[in-house]
């Protein structure tokens, strides 16, 4: 049930520090050695895996995005994300040495399970993330990492996403120590700073409240919304822009800040409003010079900017018209805490627009048809 809260979204955006938590809980053992028994795949298999395809649609493909830039980094090994109706459908190249990864809430979308199936046929291994104990995908599949976000009841996903990203770490990293691509202290510190995340979604969940409903206010008659951001800021940006149409009915473009030059900038007119994800500054990071100049040059056409960055970045506060803080943390696990306010943000413009939250229009929670 919905306890106190508005709608089952705004209760399960609260769950998301537990539901971060409990992904992680049991994973690794006391000297930080990640241990996924569970998962059943010898790890001679996983030394032998030399390519990744993650397939999956939604919300859950953009957690499979983010999964791309940690594990590549990690592991040294290319990861493909596909939407799965589309893997499904053109031939893709598989191998006994590809492993698949379906990320799946509801572990019965007809798209993924028919693309794992495919993969399956064609003599590759497949690897669930799934959040739906005894489902589709999880049972056609040679393993399974679960998420552990509880039931999600609102359409529009939000705790399930957090907790597809840190399982797809948890496997990333797993894969780091059998392969031995990392040392075992850099993957123990990554496991530590993956263990303070949940606070530091709680602190943006305390703190950023009353500057998302002043944005959502400020935009409530926009016509249309651009949402952009580099690196994982990138896929967060999707996920951003994906929310607010699925529950606020606004037309919204989520795209590479770096692309903006190349067409979208066109679409910038007076009042426009724009949401940039903005990397850390911290540790030299080339990026973070790129974006906020992404965020000069729309804001020189008049845009309204919306920033999403690290508590402490001066540069921002001249070029956006709102922020929303992020606590400082490894850019790599920044979308666990960027992606929270953009939930609130649509989900306030829901709200302010009357519409219901938790059953969105022509959606449904899970689709079992191709
Ligand atoms: C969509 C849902 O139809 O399916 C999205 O409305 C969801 O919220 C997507 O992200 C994928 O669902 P699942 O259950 O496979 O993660």
Known sequence: EKGGWASFMDKEIHEQPQAVADTLLGRFNLTGDLNL?????????FRSIDKIIVIACGTAA????????AIEHWVRIPVEVELAHEFRYRDPILTPRTLVVAISQSGETMDTLMALRHAREQGSRVLAICNTQGSSIPRESDAVLYTHAGPEIAVASTKAFVAQIVAAYVLGLYFAQVKGTMYHDEIRKIVDELRAMPAKIQHVLDTQGESVREAAEHSLDAESFLFLGRHVGYPVAMEGALKL??????????FAAGELKHGPIALVDEGEPVVIIVPPARGRNV??????????????????TIAVAEEGDDDVRDYADVVFWRPQCPTLLSPLVDVIPLQLFAMNMAELKGLDVDKPRNLAKSVTVE
Request: aromatic share 12%; no cysteine; proline share 0%.
């Open 62 to 69: 953009y957690a499979g995005m983010v999964a791309k830039y």
């Open 287 to 304: 990026l973070h010079a790129k974006v906020i100049s992404a965020i000069e040059e729309v804001r020189a056409r008049g845009a309204y």
């Open 37 to 45: 028994d569970e998962v059943r795949i010898d790890e001679d298999v």
């Open 245 to 254: 149409k699925e529950i606020a009915y606004t037309f919204t473009e989520g």
